[in-house]
């Protein structure tokens, strides 16, 4: 009979085993989502910052169109001004109609330049900012890969346990197995040390009966109170 609560016992080890284990598995797959979003995170913001940059160039090369297009508006004016046969008031609203062009073409073109300016200095710091950015992915997939290769470490450890379990689960009579099936789901530790005359689990104390059956280990014992298998210090 004490066979089997060693069996008994073996298998509480193996399932408190396979507890730590689920829980370390728990633990790196939170680890590692959350290395997925900061990762995810980082790419989108290296994302926003080259549209950023894009939308810079964009509107420097949408101002020097404007640019170009006033430009060639004031030569067409020039050319009507210097080659056709026109009124006195059409060519003072010509000379007019250049002038203003040529002022909003000015406006437009400092506009331009400090864009394009700002457009070289920003490229700059965008390859800064994308060295800085690839090193950080690189420490981001090193340390993903450090938490896959643990996963995979203690998938292998489960399985085994597994192993180990089912076979002290086979030597354990049935009904044991049942009573200890039916204590795993509601209690961490389905068996107990007794301590002093107190059940270690529940802490209440034990008859009289209950310890000296224990003592005797010549039967699996549980107790009064909370069920848990009880097992003597020696045992
Ligand atoms: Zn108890």
């Not at 203690?154 to 049942?178: C, F, N, T, Y």
Request: charge should be negative; include cysteine; proline fraction near 1%.
């Amino acid at each position: 009979m004490s066979g089997e609560l060693g069996f008994l016992k073996e298998l509480g080890r193996s399932d408190a085993r396979l507890r730590a284990i689920e829980g370390k598995l728990t633990d790196l797959a939170r680890e590692l989502d959350l290395l997925e979003r900061r990762r995810q995170e980082e790419l989108d913001a290296i994302q926003r910052r080259k549209d950023e940059h894009t939308e810079l160039l964009r509107r420097a090369s949408r101002r020097a169109a404007e640019v170009d297009e006033l430009d060639g508006r004031v030569r067409a004016y020039q050319k009507k001004l210097d080659e056709e046969i026109i009124s006195y008031k059409e060519m003072e609203h010509l000379r007019e109609q250049i002038r203003l062009l040529r002022e909003k073409m000015d406006t437009l073109a400092e506009e331009s330049l400090s864009l394009m300016e700002q457009g070289e200095s920003d490229e700059i710091s965008l390859r800064e900012e994308e060295q800085q950015h690839r090193q950080r992915l690189a420490r981001l997939d090193e340390e993903m890969a450090r938490v896959r290769r643990r996963v995979s470490s203690l998938e292998a450890d489960r399985a085994q346990e597994l192993g180990q379990r089912e076979s002290w689960a086979q030597k354990v009579p049935s009904h044991i197995m049942e009573h200890y099936k039916r204590l795993l789901e509601q209690l961490p530790d389905p068996l107990a040390l007794v301590k002093g005359e107190n059940c270690g689990g529940c802490h209440l104390r034990l008859s009289e009966t209950t310890l000296e059956r224990v003592r005797a280990e010549r039967e699996v014992v549980t107790c009064e109170n909370c069920s848990r298998f009880l097992y003597w210090s020696g045992g």
